[in-house]
Each structure stands twice: as structure tokens, then as C-alpha cells.
């Protein structure tokens, strides 16, 4: 029971999964940057190759999608869109949460508006990146009871391309572990600054 002598609802497995791994990703984020300069946060193991300052501005793009998930989520309570599962999510969305998930099979560039800047200083870019794993979360739990497979959104690129809601939290956290492990992979580098450091 809470302080406000409230007992908590049991969050549905499936969210409670997507919130476990965006907690996860916090802390591999804090663990990637703990003891990090500058110089090392922007350093690029050759030209073309993120640094990790840009692998995480780049994740820090997910803040444009919390607009779409808050409207979708209020608007899929107005209807009473709820459901306890399991749900049932579209064969398309499921390929590619897997497609994002690292290592990279492929890789593709990123959308022009997507691209992040260079030379940016850890103190503005990592706290904003934890806080965004917060900010996912409340939404997480703002969508338990919903039905995850029947609500669809958009994306923010191309709204021709639709995923379900629960489709869109694991994209999240698959796309999150996608370019932290990018990140790691210049951290470990030979030639990093200051030596390697492991996971």
C-alpha cells in the first residue's frame, strides 16, 4: 500500500517488461558516460562514425514521439480501448522491432531530422537522455488497461508506416539498446582517449 493508502495496480506483464528494459537502458546510458571528459564524449573512432555524444543526441530524438503517445493514450481511454491481453501486434511492426535490435544487420541513415549535432558537451545531452526513460515510463504506465495490439500511431517520419501502441514502446527500448551498444563500441575502441573501458 502506498502513503496515500492506495494499493498500487499490478502493472500487465507486457508494460511492465517495456518499463524494465527503459530502466535498463538508464543505467547502461549512466554506466556509459560515468567518468567521461568532453574530449572523450565527442570523439569519433573516423570520420563518418558517431561519437557517443551523438549516438545519444540522436536518442534523444524520442522526446518528438511523447506528444503522439499522449494524445493516442488519452484518446484511446476516451473510447474505452481497453483490453487485458495478450495482445495481438502487426506481423510488419514485429520485424522491425527485431530489424532495430543490436547488433545491426543492416545499417541505414538516419532521417535528415534525426542526424545529431556534433561537439555537444555531456552535461546537456546525458541528464536529457535519462530523464526521457523517465518520461517513457510514466507513459508506460499511463497505458496500462489499454488495448496494446488494437491502438496503432504513426510515426513521426511517415505516417503510411503504423505500429501498435505496445509495438511502439519495445521499438523505443529496442532502438535505445540499438546505438547504446553503437555508443559502447566507441567507448571500447583501441584508439579511444584515455584507454578502453569495458561493459
Not at 45 to 68: F, M, Q, T, Y
Not at 100 to 122: G, H, N, S, T
Not at 128 to 144: C, G, K, M, S, T
Request: hydrophobic residues 40%; aromatic residues 8%; positive net charge.
Amino acid at each position: 500500500m502506498s502513503s496515500t493508502g492506495v494499493v498500487p495496480r499490478i502493472l500487465h506483464a507486457e508494460l511492465s517488461e517495456y518499463r524494465r528494459q527503459l530502466r535498463d537502458a538508464r543505467e547502461d546510458a549512466a554506466r556509459l558516460v560515468e567518468g567521461l571528459t568532453d574530449a572523450q564524449f565527442n570523439w569519433s573512432p573516423a570520420p563518418g562514425r558517431w561519437s557517443i555524444a551523438e549516438c545519444l543526441d540522436h536518442l534523444n530524438n524520442g522526446w518528438r514521439v511523447l506528444p503522439k503517445l499522449d494524445h493516442k493514450i488519452a484518446s484511446a481511454s476516451e473510447k474505452g480501448m481497453r483490453g487485458e491481453g495478450p495482445y495481438r501486434h502487426p506481423l510488419l511492426g514485429r520485424l522491425y522491432v527485431r530489424f532495430v535490435e543490436p547488433p545491426p544487420k543492416i545499417r541505414v541513415r538516419a532521417p535528415k531530422a534525426y542526424v545529431p549535432k556534433p561537439d555537444q558537451p555531456l552535461a546537456a545531452v546525458a541528464p536529457r537522455f535519462l530523464e526521457l526513460q523517465d518520461e517513457i515510463i510514466r507513459r508506460v504506465l499511463a497505458a496500462d488497461g489499454l488495448d496494446l495490439g488494437e491502438i496503432r500511431m504513426s510515426s513521426p517520419i511517415s505516417r503510411r508506416f503504423r505500429m501498435s501502441l505496445g509495438q511502439w514502446f519495445a521499438f523505443l527500448a529496442a532502438h535505445e539498446r540499438r546505438h547504446l551498444w553503437q555508443a559502447w563500441q566507441v567507448r571500447k575502441h583501441p584508439d579511444f582517449p584515455g584507454g578502453q573501458a569495458g561493459n
